[in-house]
Nanobody, 123 residues
Framework: QVQLVESGGELVQVGGSLRLSCAASGRTFSRYAMGWFRHFPGKEREFVAAISWTGGSTYYADSVKGRFTISRDNAKNTVYLQMNSPKPEDTAVYYC????????????????WGQGTLVTVSS
């Protein structure tokens, strides 16, 4: 059974930076796409970023493009989300997700979700 465990969520100031990590276990990590989604209170979960199993292709929501970077280390079974220049509107619970390919993952075809980690951006 696949398990995803996020870490790194915390309070960060506007203009600062933060890196989220997601450690995967239970299957061959390097063969699956990985992504990040976020959930705002009262709204549906939304796509943030995705990365192909090779790491050669990445995708971003327009709201984070140029500020956030997704990457993966297949040797460590870990995917990262580097958050630079966060804004108060980035405050949300961030979820790691995995799927068969990044094209499907970024439109919500998620096979496994992590438990989420809270990011709070303070001005």
């Amino acid at each position: 059974q696949v398990q995803l465990v996020e870490s790194g969520g915390e309070l960060v100031q506007v203009g600062g930076s933060l890196r989220l990590s997601c450690a995967a276990s239970g299957r061959t990590f390097s063969r699956y796409a990985m992504g990040w989604f976020r959930h705002f209170p009262g709204k549906e979960r939304e796509f943030v970023a995705a990365i192909s199993w090779t790491g050669g292709s990445t995708y971003y929501a327009d709201s984070v493009k140029g500020r956030f970077t997704i990457s993966r280390d297949n040797a460590k079974n870990t995917v990262y989300l580097q958050m630079n220049s966060p804004k108060p509107e980035d405050t949300a619970v961030y979820y790691c997700a995995t799927g068969s390919n990044s094209d499907l993952l970024r439109v919500g075809y998620v096979e496994v979700w992590g438990q989420g980690t809270l990011v709070t951006v303070s001005s």
